[in-house]
Each structure stands twice: as structure tokens, then as C-alpha cells.
Nanobody, 120 residues
Framework: QVQLVESGGGLVQPGGSLRLSCAASGSIFRIYTMGWYRQAPGKQRELVATVTSGGRINYTDSVKGRFTISRDNAKNTVYLQMNSLFPEDTAVYYC??????????????WGQGTQVTVSS
């Protein structure tokens, strides 16, 4: 089994910053792509940013220049630094990881989600 545990969400004023963290644990052999997705009320879940094990990064257009994704492979952790936040960034943010387990199973895993609210 593989678990993803997120932290770092909360309430912030427009223009503020937050840093999300997501740590993977369990029967991990190798982690491939890690990323962040978000889901606002009444909307579909959307990709925010991903980073491959080799460091290739992809952002959705609306966060380019404001958000930075990074990962620490030694700690099996991915981060999302969010700056210049807008009210429209309000959503539940989910961590995702593609993991091959020690039992040779390749699968996508999700965290429980962390709420980010941008409001004055």
C-alpha cells in the first residue's frame, strides 16, 4: 500500500502565499511523476502542475509565473509554492503520484486533499 499525506492548506488573503507539501510512504519501489491537481466547487478536477522523476515540469497556464512545483526524491515529497494567489485559486488541492510498489504494481495514488481558500 502507498499513502500520500498533504499539508499546508489554509486561508490566505489575495496576493498572499502558501506552500503545500505531500509526502508519499508505504511499499514504494519507485515514484515516477508527482503532481498537484485542484477542484473548485462545481467544477471538474484540473491539473495544476506536475514534475517527473527526471525533473521535467509542466504547469497549467493560469498558474505559470506564480506557482512553483518541486520534489525531494530522497524524502518522496513534492511541494507546491503558491505566490500571488487569486480568489479563483480557491479549491481543494490534491496530490498525485504514479508509483511502482515493492510488489511490482504500477498505479496512481491520491492524497486526501487540502483546502486552499483565498479571500479577504
Amino acid at each position: 500500500q502507498v499513502q500520500l499525506v498533504e499539508s499546508g492548506g489554509g486561508l490566505v488573503q489575495p496576493g498572499g502565499s502558501l506552500r503545500l507539501s505531500c509526502a508519499a510512504s508505504g511499499s514504494i519501489f519507485r515514484i515516477y511523476t508527482m503532481g498537484w491537481y485542484r477542484q473548485a466547487p462545481g467544477k471538474q478536477r484540473e491539473l495544476v502542475a506536475t514534475v517527473t522523476s527526471g525533473g521535467r515540469i509542466n504547469y497549467t497556464d493560469s498558474v505559470k509565473g506564480r506557482f512553483t512545483i518541486s520534489r525531494d526524491n530522497a524524502k518522496n515529497t513534492v511541494y507546491l509554492q503558491m505566490n500571488s494567489l487569486f480568489p479563483e485559486d480557491t479549491a481543494v488541492y490534491y496530490c498525485n503520484a504514479r508509483v511502482s510498489s515493492t510488489t511490482d504494481i504500477l498505479d496512481d495514488y491520491w492524497g486526501q486533499g487540502t483546502q486552499v481558500t483565498v479571500s479577504s
